[in-house]
């Protein structure tokens, strides 16, 4: 699969939230003390981005 959600500790052992295209990082979330939160993060792209609107500077 190209896309894929993916939860990794960071250096403060903070769980963090990424998805990543090809391999390569598009995005990531600010950290979480825990697994779970980083889970919410990435049920509330799924749920909520869809029908976001797309802004142009």
Request: aromatic letters at 12%; glycine letters at 8%.
């Amino acid at each position: 699969m190209a896309h894929k959600f993916v939860i990794e500790q960071n250096k403060a052992g903070e769980y963090v939230a990424k998805f990543k295209y090809n391999a390569e990082l598009i995005w990531w979330t600010e950290g979480y003390s825990s697994k779970a939160g980083a889970k919410n993060a990435i049920e509330s792209v799924l749920k909520n981005g869809p029908d976001a609107p797309v802004e142009e500077a």
